[in-house]
């Protein structure tokens, strides 16, 4: 018994390091990303090495590299090899959502009116053409939702899972660029939801594997129409869920 909770209380230290970690990598990639924007480090300029970073953060070098990782994806640095980090000329600025912009309930209320807007159609595209293959995947993706404490482990990956598997039966090459494009954070953490309440967030997972079938059997037979219902409920349930939160927060 005593190996088992000495086990668990590794992984909880261990989750904990991880989320610091993150939190410290956001914090230090926000600043350099205002010193850019300020024009401290201008375009062409390289940023101090990274052992200054950590004397200027007092950050460990596994921090300053997620953060400068963090600031390559957005288009602000580039690496080069040998020589150091570079500031290059920001594109246009790409649709991209962080997990801090689903940190608060007013950004998820606006995610789900942008995911009502796009996956409403792809239920009713996947229901036209959908092939074997492709209700397989959804299936077995939909398969795993239904061991409630499987889904619990990993409701975000399973629950983003079956929205992907949908928008790549769609038969439309962009629908699935779209959703990949913006990630799982698009999917709402439940504890935004629940964090007063976490009794009910078994019964809330059920609801949603629920609503998943209803969506799914849509798909399977063919009703277009039906798929179209049963994602616009199933989403505007979760919408309406999460603005009757933020009327009461």
């Given at each position: 018994?005593?190996?088992?909770?000495?086990?668990?209380?590794?992984a909880e230290q261990g989750?904990?390091?991880?989320?610091?970690?993150?939190?410290?990598?956001?914090?230090?990639?926000?600043?350099?990303?205002?010193?850019?924007?300020?024009?401290?480090?201008?375009?062409?300029?390289?940023?101090?090495?990274?052992?200054?970073?950590?004397?200027?953060?007092?950050?460990?070098?596994?921090?300053?590299?997620?953060?400068?990782?963090?600031?390559?994806?957005?288009?602000?640095?580039?690496?080069?090899?040998?020589?150091?980090?570079?500031?290059?000329?920001?594109?246009?600025?790409?649709?991209?959502?962080?997990?801090?912009?689903?940190?608060?309930?007013?950004?998820?209320?606006?995610?789900?009116?942008?995911?009502?807007?796009?996956?409403?159609?792809?239920?009713?595209?996947?229901?036209?053409?959908?092939?074997?293959?492709?209700?397989?995947?959804?299936?077995?993706?939909?398969a795993k939702t239904c061991?409630?404490?499987?889904?619990?482990?990993?409701?975000?990956?399973?629950?983003?899972?079956?929205?992907?598997?949908?928008?790549?039966?769609?038969?439309?090459?962009?629908?699935?660029?779209?959703?990949?494009?913006?990630?799982?954070?698009?999917?709402?953490?439940?504890?935004?939801?629940?964090?007063?309440?976490?009794?009910?967030?078994?019964?809330?997972?059920?609801?949603?594997?629920?609503?998943?079938?209803?969506?799914?059997?849509?798909?399977?037979?063919?009703?277009?129409?039906?798929?179209?219902?049963?994602?616009?409920?199933?989403?505007?349930?979760?919408?309406?869920?999460?603005?009757?939160?933020?009327?009461?927060?």
């Amino acid at each position: 018994m005593r190996i088992h909770q000495l086990s668990d209380d590794c992984a909880e230290q261990g989750s904990f390091m991880r989320k610091r970690r993150d939190s410290l990598a956001s914090v230090v990639a926000k600043d350099l990303a205002e010193r850019i924007d300020r024009g401290d480090y201008a375009v062409g300029d390289k940023i101090p090495i990274e052992a200054r970073l950590c004397e200027m953060f007092n950050v460990s070098r596994t921090v300053v590299r997620e953060a400068i990782a963090t600031l390559r994806s957005e288009g602000l640095v580039t690496s080069r090899h040998g020589v150091g980090v570079f500031v290059v000329e920001r594109a246009n600025p790409a649709l991209s959502i962080t997990t801090e912009a689903v940190g608060e309930l007013s950004e998820v209320v606006e995610l789900l009116e942008l995911r009502l807007g796009v996956e409403v159609e792809a239920a009713g595209l996947a229901a036209l053409r959908a092939t074997e293959e492709h209700l397989r995947a959804i299936r077995d993706v939909f398969a795993k939702t239904c061991d409630l404490d499987a889904f619990a482990e990993q409701p975000r990956e399973l629950d983003y899972g079956f929205h992907l598997a949908i928008a790549r039966a769609s038969g439309n090459g962009w629908m699935p660029k779209f959703m990949a494009f913006i990630g799982p954070v698009i999917i709402p953490r439940s504890q935004l939801l629940h964090a007063s309440q976490p009794e009910i967030t078994r019964a809330y997972l059920q609801q949603m594997v629920d609503e998943h079938k209803g969506i799914f059997d849509a798909i399977a037979a063919g009703d277009a129409a039906a798929a179209q219902k049963a994602m616009r409920m199933h989403l505007s349930t979760s919408l309406e869920r999460y603005k009757q939160r933020l009327v009461n927060s």
